[in-house]
């Protein structure tokens, strides 16, 4: 059983597309987090959700937007896609209310706009 | 505002040797402070974690990490290097409120193990 899932894992597109990643955790967890990786392995926070409620947008482009339908899946749409987009984006989950503030990494989306 | 410095962005050991991984913080508040490992083409999973109580932690693959406050430091170590220890190292912090646990990352550290 796969904790955090993440789907498509490679997704190629073109500039101007507007694309979905898709993500789901079965652990159970209240917060969902989305994470840009850049080519150079760094890490930044773009989203948390808590129970369905964005709880922190780090000065994303517009562009970016999530979706939670539900406490279990948080989705990243992207209209309108650069260049630099291009990154591999991983979804987490966390439990911070039970003390457990470590956070359950998806396996990434590796996104390549040309 | 916390911050992560990762010392080394690469570390190459010989198989059999201590691998020694640097990270220092900055946060305002006690923190809270992970090591993750991410594989190739994978995603990151976590070796271990300090929240509070012992300041020694052990964790997964025969890593341990020692909590050092007046040093502001969170140093990984393994005494004995495997090549399955090959892959990139990232140390993390995170605040300690609720509704606000986003981690901020270190750079990253190339553990390259030599045969």
């Known amino acids: 059983d796969t904790a955090v899932s993440q789907t498509p894992k490679y997704l190629v597109t073109q500039m101007g597309n507007d694309k979905s990643i898709k993500c789901e955790q079965n652990l159970g967890h209240d917060t969902m987090y989305w994470y840009k990786q850049d080519s150079k392995k760094f890490l930044k926070i773009m989203f948390s959700y808590n129970n369905k409620e964005l709880i922190i947008n780090e000065t994303v482009p517009n562009r970016f937007s999530p979706k939670s339908p539900d406490k279990a899946h948080l989705n990243l749409h992207i209209n309108s896609l650069e260049l630099g987009d291009s990154a591999v984006y991983f979804c987490a989950s966390s439990q911070p209310s039970r003390g457990s503030y470590e956070q359950y990494f998806g396996p990434g989306t590796r996104l390549t706009v040309t | 505002a916390q911050s992560v410095t990762q010392l080394g962005s690469h570390v190459s050991v010989s198989e059999g040797a201590l691998v020694l991984l640097r990270c220092n913080y900055s946060?305002?508040?006690?923190?809270?402070l992970f090591w993750y490992v991410q594989y190739p083409n994978q995603g990151l999973q976590l070796l271990l974690k300090y929240t509070t109580g012992a300041t020694l932690v052990k964790g997964i693959n025969g890593f341990e990490a020692e909590f050092k406050k007046s040093e502001t430091s969170f140093h990984l170590t393994k005494p004995s290097a495997h090549m399955s220890d090959a892959a990139e190292y990232f140390c993390a912090v995170s605040k300690t409120n609720f509704g606000n646990e986003k981690l901020t990352f270190g750079t990253g550290t190339r553990l390259t193990i030599i045969p």
């Open positions: 946060s305002s508040v006690p923190p809270y």
